[in-house]
């Protein structure tokens, strides 16, 4: 018996399937089995069945693909029926046909395509295998027709029957598929039809897709076996003939059109009452530069909604859709983590690659490439929970500074032709280890007779951690070279299972889906045994649905608010829905389907994309109870042009305008740090940036006072580089905020042309061997190479001879000031001012005897001058017999004559001073006055920009302030006489 509950109220019909569960009195004992293929719907149903019932622990929701191998399952323990391939041995059995000679011989179309290209033959194969699916849904008939062998004229319709009588003969021997699944029920006798009611009785269908023709004729076969309880906003067609409809009361319908002017005004099919539209006021359409931008003012909108609504809501009250999962996922946890107030949250069908991103995690190992070894991905992929915990490493910061610092780039052994071994990672790794076990860092001979600098980085329990991390690089170089053999599908389903058992912890949380993830790849080899082989890249194609894509139902995960792909899920009722991404280009979608595609070429549009958005976008308007949420990129970024929302969203603009009801469009600045979030429009609200102790210095009406005491000492570095950089000292070193281009990824090639700082730190440390004696040119290019110094092979040799000839030539004025051997003096500077105490602490190097040597390699001249002056001062105070030289790039040394007195007298005062504002030192009572520069915005100091965007100092006092913040230490050289 088939009962069919239609309603075009979700709620109501969700109301009527808990009363439906609550009648069954022996249900308690018994699984229940509910089919409901969306993510969002099912939470939403395990939300309001819990309410309803108070418990489901006796429910299981299954999709309709579940169902099927659910069914299958039961067949086979009451007739001869075989299981219903999966995609992946659907994939993998097209994949062989298309190949074999006979189709290719006698199907010209498809064989022009793919040739000899086995990715493209893959690529095809996969194709097929979804229109297979689709066709078997929406166009049963057209499948029975192919199967009886009836002649077809058009070419196109053609080679795929061709393909799909060959796909049936061949899996005869080991599945079936879903029509011959419903032949078989078809001829179930009465003894048979018992003994499945027996094992299953009862289903509960929820809400699925209209035109899924083949289910419901296998819904409809098993009508007399078994109780079925269908439950739909719109009845497909295929279930017209079926027992007993039940129209429930309070019904509504929606009319999908392409304006919205009559919209909503369709009475219901029963001529019951209509469910009006959300009203206009609870809309908010927000325009954003990024989606960055639109995640955080959703959170912010969130945030706001909660604080400033009439009746408590929760994160269960809200789901978020999105047009674009793959876009948004990261973000949301980027934001949604570092939030000051904390929103639970889940995202359904994606879940990256994290703690819960098992077939993620799997991926991102195949994709990892032999050749180049990359050591941020290799570091990434070690991140991983799973990873990590297996071989026992927990220090990953560790690991990360040592392939820095032995300058691992890229393979595993390299090349000595082009010098690439000394950057690789067979070589750094023992750089390192040899360095552990010696102590020392000194060249020494391997094995092989190859020289290598030992690199002493780590103690105690970093070797462990080193010795374990040398061991996974060991395993992963075997791993990856077993990849790049091409192999047949029983050699690649067994190395696949062997990199599931050595890279990942099978003990742990991520055991179940693992194993899951194993069989589900075994599974192939029941389906067909061959022995073709084929390569990597081809593997990895076949497998690419599985390995991104996770079907596994996310309600036991699920918490808070629910963020889901559009293209994936329905909308149900919340109290807030919100819709990210709802740009013109992007929603509603237009896919254009492939030429051979019979269901475009027949007009069948049950699963056009275009019209399930427009159908979306309709249901939302309903179905959101207090408050509607649209987003969208409304600015081009780089032009500032204004961009539209989707027609959609204009549309709805209208359709409201017409009732005299207006809903404005909140344009959103390009940061969140905007000053328009400190006016008074009340559009415009950050819940993201908190007033802590230290950011109340951003607060133009607050200070924050630090106070330094006796026991508190300053670096002699941090003292100097106040002066270099007010501001940047300022937000490093008392807000903790850092703004850097630098990136902190591991580079994964070899260094490029040196820059500006990377030719000064090879100058320094040229310097220092100058100071050691004779130099081995070729064995110093070897070590700067694996310092990550120079550049390989010529390239190296080359800006090693230019550079240590400048270096060079510094040293040739100098040669009598080093006939003493070089010392380190410790400073220890106490200073008072009033009653704040201040201790400079420090180290000063390139001390021969009396003499203080300061090398300049830099062009900059007056910050190197005054960090000289500085130390010079300070080293003066312990010994007053000691000279300063300073030589500058030019090779030129100059003794320091001029005398010094009173000069840490003005720069702690100073220094205290700028501590308690954001301001820079200022050398007077106001600000210096300096000629008139452009008035252009955007200076190379992001710091600068920072004070200026929130608003401290007016556009007149720009220029004046960034000359006076960049030339401070050009003034303070003046005013001592050390200008020249």
Excluded at 642 to 667: F, T
Excluded at 891 to 913: C, R, S
């Amino acid at each position: 018996m088939t009962y069919i509950y239609t309603a075009y109220d979700l709620e109501l019909l969700t109301q009527k399937l808990g009363d439906v569960l609550g009648q069954q009195s022996n249900a308690v004992f018994e699984t229940v089995y509910i089919v409901v293929d969306k993510n969002s719907e099912q939470t939403y149903l395990i939300d309001s069945l819990s309410s309803q019932l108070g418990m489901l622990a006796n429910v299981k929701f299954i999709t309709t693909k579940e169902l099927l191998y659910l069914l299958n399952d039961v067949l086979s323990d009451v007739m001869e029926c075989k299981s219903v391939q999966n995609s992946l041995q659907k994939r993998w059995t097209l994949f062989q046909l298309l190949g074999e000679d006979g189709f290719v011989q006698a199907n010209s179309i498809p064989a022009k395509y793919y040739g000899e290209d086995a990715m493209k033959r893959m690529g095809l194969a996969q194709k097929m295998q979804e229109l297979f699916d689709s066709y078997a849904i929406h166009q049963t008939q057209l499948l029975l027709e192919w199967k009886k062998g009836t002649p077809i004229a058009d070419e196109e319709e053609a080679w795929q029957a061709a393909l799909y009588r060959n796909y049936l003969q061949t899996i005869q021997e080991f599945n079936t598929d879903q029509v011959g699944m419903y032949e078989a029920i078809s001829k179930l006798d009465l003894f048979e039809k018992a003994q499945l009611h027996q094992l299953l009785n009862r289903l509960y269908i929820y809400n699925l897709q209209q035109g899924n023709a083949l289910f419901y004729n296998i819904l409809r076969a098993l009508d007399d076996v078994l109780e079925i309880h269908l439950f739909a906003v719109e009845p497909p067609d295929a279930t017209k003939q079926m027992t007993e409809v039940i129209h429930l009361k309070n019904t509504y319908h929606t009319l999908i059109s392409n304006t919205f002017q009559h919209a909503w005004q369709q009475r219901s099919l029963l001529g019951e009452n209509v469910k009006k539209p959300i009203d206009a006021a609870s809309i908010s359409i927000q325009s954003c530069f990024t989606p960055t931008r639109e995640v955080e003012v959703l959170y912010n909108y969130l945030v706001h909604t909660f604080a400033n609504s009439p009746r408590p809501l929760g994160g269960r009250d809200v789901v978020v859709y999105c047009t674009n999962i793959k876009t948004y996922a990261p973000i949301i946890s980027a934001v949604f983590d570092r939030a000051p107030v904390k929103l639970p949250y889940s995202i359904s069908g994606f879940s990256g690659v994290g703690e819960d991103g098992v077939v993620e995690a799997v991926s991102h190992l195949f994709q990892l490439d032999l050749e180049w070894m990359k050591p941020e991905a290799i570091m990434t992929f070690l991140s991983l929970p799973m990873v990590h915990s297996k071989f026992e490493i927990d220090q990953l910061d560790l690991l990360r500074n040592l392939i820095e610092k032995a300058n691992i780039r890229m393979a595993y052994t390299g090349m000595t032709e082009n010098d690439t071994q000394l950057i690789s990672w067979s070589h750094g790794l023992k750089r390192l280890i040899l360095g552990a076990w010696t102590g020392v860092e000194d060249w020494m001979e391997t094995a092989d007779k190859t020289p290598i600098w030992t690199l002493d980085q780590t103690e105690g329990i970093g070797i462990a951690q080193l010795v374990k991390f040398n061991h996974f690089i060991e395993q992963l170089q075997e791993f990856l070279s077993a990849l790049n053999t091409p192999k047949n599908m029983g050699a690649w389903v067994e190395l696949f299972r062997n990199a599931i058992a050595i890279f990942f912890d099978e003990s742990g949380v991520y055991a179940e889906e693992l194993h899951r993830l194993k069989n589900k790849i075994s599974s192939v080899l029941y389906a067909l045994k061959r022995d073709a082989l084929i390569d990597k890249h081809t593997f990895i194609l076949m497998i690419h649905t599985e390995l991104n894509s996770n079907s596994e139902n996310l309600s036991h995960r699920q918490q808070g608010i629910l963020f889901c792909d559009i293209a994936a899920n329905k909308p149900v009722p919340k109290a807030v829905i919100c819709i990210l991404g709802i740009n013109s280009n992007a929603f509603p979608r237009v896919v254009q389907p492939v030429g051979f595609d019979l269901l475009y070429k027949r007009a069948v549009f049950f699963g056009d994309s275009n019209y399930q958005d427009k159908q979306f976008f309709s249901d939302v308007l309903h179905l959101a109870k207090s408050n509607l949420f649209f987003s969208y990129l409304g600015t081009n970024v780089k032009t500032r042009a204004e961009l539209p929302p989707s027609i959609l969203i204009e549309l709805m603009v209208e359709y409201y305008h017409r009732q005299g009801k207006d809903i404005p469009v909140v344009h959103h600045p390009l940061f969140g740090h905007s000053n328009l979030y400190n006016d008074a429009d009340a559009t415009l609200y950050n819940y993201l940036i908190t007033k802590s102790n230290n950011a109340a210095a951003l607060d133009k009406n607050e200070t924050v006072q630090h106070k330094f005491n006796s026991k508190q000492w300053i670096p002699l570095d941090d003292f100097i580089n106040f002066f270099k950089d007010s501001i940047k000292y300022y937000y490093n070193k008392n807000l903790n905020i850092y703004y850097t281009d630098i990136s902190n990824a591991l580079p994964g090639f070899q260094r490029g042309e040196l820059d500006g700082f990377q030719t000064w730190l090879l100058k320094q440390h040229l310097i220092e061997k100058q100071f050691s004696g004779a130099i081995d040119t070729e064995k110093l290019r070897l070590e700067l190479v694996q310092l990550g110094l120079l550049r390989l092979s010529n390239l190296g040799v080359m800006e090693l001879r230019n550079i240590n000839s400048e270096v060079v030539d510094m040293f040739a004025d100098v040669q009598d000031l080093l006939v003493e051997p070089k010392r380190s003096i410790k400073i220890e500077y106490n200073a008072q001012v009033g009653t704040t105490s201040l201790r400079v602490v420090g180290e000063i190097t390139s001390v021969y005897g009396a003499n203080f040597i300061y090398f300049n390699t830099s062009k900059s001249l007056n910050k190197y001058k005054f960090e000289f002056l500085v130390q010079l001062y300070l080293l003066q105070q312990i010994d007053p017999e000691i000279k300063g030289y300073f030589v500058n790039n030019a090779g030129k040394a100059t003794e320091v004559k001029h005398q010094l007195k009173d000069f840490m007298d003005v720069l702690v005062p100073l220094f205290i001073n700028g501590q308690n504002q954001i301001n820079p030192v200022l050398l007077q009572d106001k600000p210096l006055v300096f000629e008139s520069h452009s008035s252009k915005f955007g200076y190379a100091n992001p710091y600068f920009d920072n004070v200026i965007s929130n608003g401290y100092f007016d556009q007149f006092q720009h220029q004046d302030l960034m000359k006076n913040n960049n030339d401070i230490v050009a003034n303070l050289l003046k005013q001592f006489n050390h200008d020249n």
